[in-house]
C-alpha cells in the first residue's frame, strides 16, 4: 500500500477540486495511520484513511517549491481482514500545484501509540503552564471564569491520564487540547470595555422638512463643497 518510489506532481491552470484514492484490503488486525510528503503552493488539502465507518484525516501544509512537509493521520483501528481506502483531496486556487511523495499506511504498535499519547500530555502541560501564568487582573472577569474551569478540568484530566497512560485514549488528550486552547484565545483584555451609546429620539413636528433640497445640494457642489 505504500509509494515510496514516483512523486505525483499536479497543477491547476483553474480553481478545482482533485481527489485520489486507493483502497487496501486483507488487513490484518490492529491500528493503522496514513501519511504523505508534499510540497507546493496555493493549494489546501487533507488525507484520510477510512474503513467506511470511521476516518482519520490530517491537513496538508505546503512551504513551497521542494519544501517537502509532512502530513500523519490519526490511527484507525481495524479488525481482521479489514479494507481501508487512502484519500488525497485537494482544493487548487488558480495557478495552484503540489508535488506528493512516500505515501504510507503504517502500523501502530504499542509503542508507538505509548509515544505519541506522552507527546500529547507534554504539549497539555505546557499549555497548562501557561495559562496558570496568565493573570486575572490582565482580562474580562468572565472570560478568565471559563479559562479557569477549563484549566481546572485540563489538570484533573492530565493527573489521572499520566497515572493511566494505556487506558487513555489520544483524541481525549487532543480534545483537552483543543479545549483549553480556546479558552484561552477567547479571553478579552481588561483594557477593552463595552461602550454603551444611546441616541435620544428627536420629536418633529409635522411640518418639519424632510428630504434633500436637490437644487441647494447641486449648487453647493458646482461650487466647489465637498
Do not use: H
Amino acid at each position: 500500500g505504500n509509494n515510496t518510489t514516483k512523486v505525483w506532481n499536479f497543477w491547476s491552470e483553474a480553481a478545482q477540486n482533485v481527489t485520489v484514492s486507493r483502497t487496501i484490503t486483507d488487513l490484518s488486525a490492529g491500528r493503522y495511520k496514513a501519511s504523505f510528503e508534499t510540497a507546493g503552493a496555493s493549494v489546501t488539502g487533507t488525507i484520510s484513511i477510512s474503513d467506511g465507518a470511521t476516518n482519520q484525516s490530517a491537513d496538508m501544509v505546503l512551504a513551497g517549491w521542494d519544501s517537502y512537509t509532512t502530513a500523519t493521520t490519526g490511527y484507525l483501528t481495524v479488525a481482521e481482514n479489514a479494507s481501508v481506502t487512502i484519500t488525497v483531496s485537494a482544493d487548487f486556487a488558480a495557478g495552484g500545484y503540489f508535488k506528493m511523495d512516500n505515501i504510507k499506511v503504517s502500523i501502530v504498535s504499542d509503542e508507538d501509540l505509548a509515544a505519541e499519547k506522552t507527546a500529547k500530555l507534554v504539549e497539555l502541560r505546557a499549555l497548562m503552564e501557561v495559562c496558570n501564568a496568565l493573570s486575572a487582573e490582565d482580562y474580562r472577569a468572565d472570560g478568565f471564569q471559563i479559562l479557569q474551569e477549563r484549566l481546572n478540568e485540563a489538570t484533573a484530566f492530565y493527573n489521572t491520564a499520566s497515572a493511566n497512560l494505556a487506558d487513555t485514549a489520544i483524541e481525549a488528550i487532543t480534545e483537552q487540547i483543543s479545549t483549553l486552547t480556546a479558552a484561552k484565545e477567547a479571553l478579552v483584555p481588561a483594557s477593552i470595555v463595552n461602550a454603551e451609546i444611546f441616541v435620544n429620539q428627536l420629536d418633529l413636528s409635522e411640518d418639519f422638512i424632510k428630504g434633500v433640497d436637490v437644487s441647494s445640494y447641486i449648487s453647493e457642489k458646482q461650487s466647489g463643497v465637498v
